[in-house]
């Protein structure tokens, strides 16, 4: 019983269903991702038609609380003539929202996003069915009586809601579920703005915490959708439509991502306050229901000063990617739309980031890039791309992501005249704010709460890996039929903690580890035979480090014979969980070690390998 090479597999060797399941060749795609995209094309449905009954319902209390009239019909808030009366619409809204959240559920609080992916790592990825109701109905409430928020943000958490729902009524799995919430929110976004691929990206980014087909396909079909009922509605034309742009010089593009660097540091700003405003409304001796009604007051106040900061504001973005309007507006707009969004948000109520965030660093593009047209001429600066640049940086930077921004803006102006422009600004602002902060707006408030979160999907190195390059070729056995005495001398000196077990005719019948030959109640004259009380878990030696590592979880093992599948009885090795963490070696090495540079190489007089 000396180690061994190979030894056969008993060709009848039979694995428990599910330990079956996971040895088998994973495909990309299977009949259950063909049941998820048939939900998610009702899911994106649905998200559809939501989007459109929270604008009217927005639409109806906006009428009604600034207006007095009762009328379906798309209006701002900026055109009342209330005077000073104007305070009183965000009050009374900023109350019924802390009643809902008291009494309803105090998950309708907040930006929309963030919550999303609180449920998705706390939770399963189940939100009550309450919050779906609630959501939407107090997001209606809060921006129709002024709140400075968008429609977009409560629109993705309510088709996330629906999409959490759809998978809570049925048997599917959390990762499944996760799909379907990702395909909900998507479609919100979808929904809202016509930007479908923009709105895969942001679910791949924020929600999907993966890159794989299973969970792409469906978000993408619920995203698609969700746009076509949207042009049904309001046809196909872009919501931020911009004309007659020109080819950017290089000058020009080295501008632009000077204001992308620039609008990364007001990114981290813009968090950093975010958070501090809400610090300070954690110590206000009141209850928290009532502090929508206190952040109100500021948001009744500033639209008092200035009404364009009140409502959902797509027009202002729509101005102010016009080109047309005054430096001082653009200003003053800046100003008073951030301090009122940071104060309202922060108070607990039901609101959004994405509007706001884009009004802000569309004036403040349109700023720069219009003092830099007027002083450098010759540079041929666009105050309206400086505008499409800030309004996607500032985004980039807050939240830590790109891709997604990057095709937002090309998909809501459909410039692709923009789109060099708008990616060397959001990557600047990304990397100053990368740099400056460590959480996002969308995940400092999981992080404080002890919860690491990476956002963005990670290739898995164990898939990248084979049991075969890992598996250990020299396997010590023990013979089925011998003593358990003798097989404890004949380990005594081996440092492994399992082996697999072999009958007389060196066909694999078990694996025992060490723990169990040494146990206190073990007759030593029985044969070894007698303590297998399994059948073997085998690996393939084909099969990827991860899917040997699933088994391992799933059946509660800690290592795995390696057999072929071209001749199943015979083992081709041992894989243990220390042969899993020493797989990992080179990617530590290839992330931390840096090689010598080709100027060091010649310095030294030496040729770099090949």
């Known amino acids: 019983m000396s180690p061994q ?35 998610a094309l009702v899911i994106g449905g649905i998200a559809g038609l939501v989007a459109e009954a929270l604008t009217i319902l927005i639409a109806t209390v906006t009428n009604l609380s600034f207006y007095g009239r009762l009328s379906m019909a798309r209006t701002s808030p900026a055109d009342n003539h209330l005077g000073l009366l104007v305070i009183i619409p965000p009050v009374v809204g900023g109350v019924i929202v802390g009643i809902m959240a008291r009494f309803g559920s105090k998950a309708i609080r907040g930006h929309g996003i963030p919550e999303a992916m609180e449920q998705i790592v706390l939770n399963k990825s189940k939100i009550p069915a309450r919050v779906a109701l609630l959501k939407p109905l107090s997001a209606a409430i809060a921006i129709g009586t002024g709140g400075p928020f968008g429609a977009e943000g409560p629109i993705i958490a309510t088709g996330g809601a629906f999409g959490s729902l759809i998978g809570q009524s049925i048997a599917i799995t959390a990762i499944e579920r996760r799909t379907l919430l990702a395909a909900g929110a998507a479609a919100g976004m979808s929904a809202t703005f016509g930007s479908p691929v923009a709105a895969v990206l942001l679910a791949l980014e924020f929600l999907l915490y993966e890159l794989r087909a299973r969970s792409i396909i469906p978000v993408a079909l619920a995203a698609t959708v969700a746009t076509a009922v949207r042009w049904s509605f309001h046809g196909s034309a872009p919501v931020f439509e911009m004309h007659n742009l020109a080819q950017p010089g290089g000058a020009a593009i080295a501008g632009y991502i000077a204001i992308g660097a620039f609008t990364g540091l007001l990114a981290i700003g813009v968090t950093q306050l975010l958070y501090g405003i809400e610090d300070a409304f954690e110590h206000l001796p009141v209850h928290w229901m009532w502090w929508p009604a206190i952040g109100a007051v500021a948001v009744g106040v500033i639209g008092w000063i200035n009404p364009h900061t009140l409502g959902v504001g797509y027009d202002n973005i729509t101005n102010i990617l016009s080109g047309t309007l005054t430096w001082q507006f653009l200003a003053a707009l800046a100003f008073w739309k951030f301090l009122s969004w940071v104060i309202s948000l922060a108070s607990g109520t039901s609101g959004g980031t994405l509007a706001p965030l884009f009004t802000v660093g569309g004036a403040v593009g349109a700023l720069v890039g219009t003092a830099a047209a007027h002083f450098i001429p010759s540079a041929g600066f666009d105050p309206r791309v400086a505008a499409l640049v800030g309004m996607a940086s500032m985004f980039a930077g807050a939240s830590h992501t790109l891709l997604t921004w990057v095709v937002f803006a090309f998909e809501t102006t459909r410039q692709p005249l923009g789109l060099l422009p708008i990616l060397g600004g959001a990557a600047a602002a990304y990397l100053v704010a990368g740099l400056g902060m460590r959480d996002s707006i969308m995940t400092q408030k999981i992080s404080r709460r002890g919860v690491p979160l990476s956002m963005g999907p990670e290739v898995d190195f164990l898939r990248m890996q084979t049991v075969r390059q890992w598996a250990s070729a020299r396997v010590v056995s023990l013979a089925a039929d011998s003593t358990i005495a003798a097989a404890r001398a004949a380990v005594a000196t081996v440092k492994h903690q399992g082996f697999p077990v072999i009958d007389a005719e060196q066909r694999l019948v078990g694996v025992i580890t060490r723990r169990e030959l040494d146990g206190p109640d073990v007759d030593a004259n029985a044969p070894v035979r007698s303590l297998l009380t399994r059948t073997p878990v085998v690996a393939f030696e084909d099969a990827s ?16 014979p390696v057999v072929t599948r071209d001749n199943p009885t015979r083992v081709a090795g041992i894989l243990t969980r220390s042969d899993l963490l020493r797989a990992h070696a080179p990617r530590l090495e290839d992330d931390s070690r840096r090689e010598p540079s080709l100027l060091r190489w010649k310095k030294e007089g030496r040729e770099p390998s090949v």
């Open 545 to 560: 480090l991860r899917e040997a590592a699933d088994i391992m979880v799933d059946q509660g093992v800690g290592r795995l």
């Open 5 to 39: 090479q190979p030894v056969p597999v008993s060709p009848s060797l039979t694995l428990s269903p599910e330990a079956e399941r996971l040895s088998r060749p994973a495909r990309p795609l299977d009949e259950r991702a063909l049941m998820l995209s048939a939900l």
